[in-house]
């Protein structure tokens, strides 16, 4: 599949645009997770917090798979119908 060339633009802005987001270390984002878990009112060390922890991960997850389908969407060629009635005369 090839990219039409009016879309590699718009990528290369996209690109350079997520990889300034992307300024958080693995250490500093668990930091930032265990706050927010504490801030729910979970306890470190409990299975409860261990939990929240995974479901923010697989929240996170699941948002960059959703945002990757809504990118390749962008690849794919668009397919228009037109039925023709033919009518024996």
Known sequence: MTM???LLPLMLVAAAAL???Q?????????????TCAGYGFR????A???????????R???????QARSMMFDRP???ERRVI???Q
């Open 23 to 35: 300024t958080m270390t693995p250490e500093e984002r668990r930091a930032v997770d265990e706050r």
């Open 44 to 47: 470190p060390g409990t299975d």
């Open 61 to 67: 997850r699941a948002d960059m798979r959703a945002f």
């Open 78 to 80: 668009v397919i228009l």
């Open 19 to 21: 990889s300034g987001c």
């Open 4 to 6: 039409p060339r009016a």
């Open 49 to 59: 917090m261990a939990r929240c922890l995974l479901d923010i991960d697989l929240d």
């Open 86 to 88: 033919v009518e024996r």
